[in-house]
């Protein structure tokens, strides 16, 4: 049997110009909603590993992504994350993930 999720109503204020760029459809505010929630996630999860309290690893768990997913983010943010490329082949064992 399917789970249902359950669907709660959230009323926003937004300044006008982001409100003109919002789409119509609610499937697509929701998508927007979503994709922003993933982004600020991610945001948050690399300024605690730019700050050293926490490894990569560990970043992309609190991202909600994968730490294969989570290295490009990485670097697109700047940052230069001590890699094997070695590593990235094959499967990651924990002890290799937990020095990322």
């Known amino acids: 049997m399917a789970t249902q999720t359950a669907i709660r109503t959230l009323i926003l204020q937004l300044p006008d110009q982001l409100v003109e760029q919002m789409p119509k459809s609610s499937e697509e505010q929701r998508e927007v909603i ?19 309290e926490c490894t990569l690893a560990y970043a992309a768990q609190e991202a909600g992504i994968t730490l294969r997913e989570m290295i490009p983010l990485a670097y697109a943010h700047g940052l230069k994350p001590h ?18």
Do not use: C, I, S
């Open 34 to 52: 979503w994709l922003g929630l993933q982004q600020l996630r991610v945001r948050r999860a690399l300024e605690l590993y730019r700050r050293g």
């Open 83 to 100: 890699v094997d490329p070695d590593l990235l082949e094959g499967e990651l064992t924990p002890e290799q993930a937990a020095r990322l």
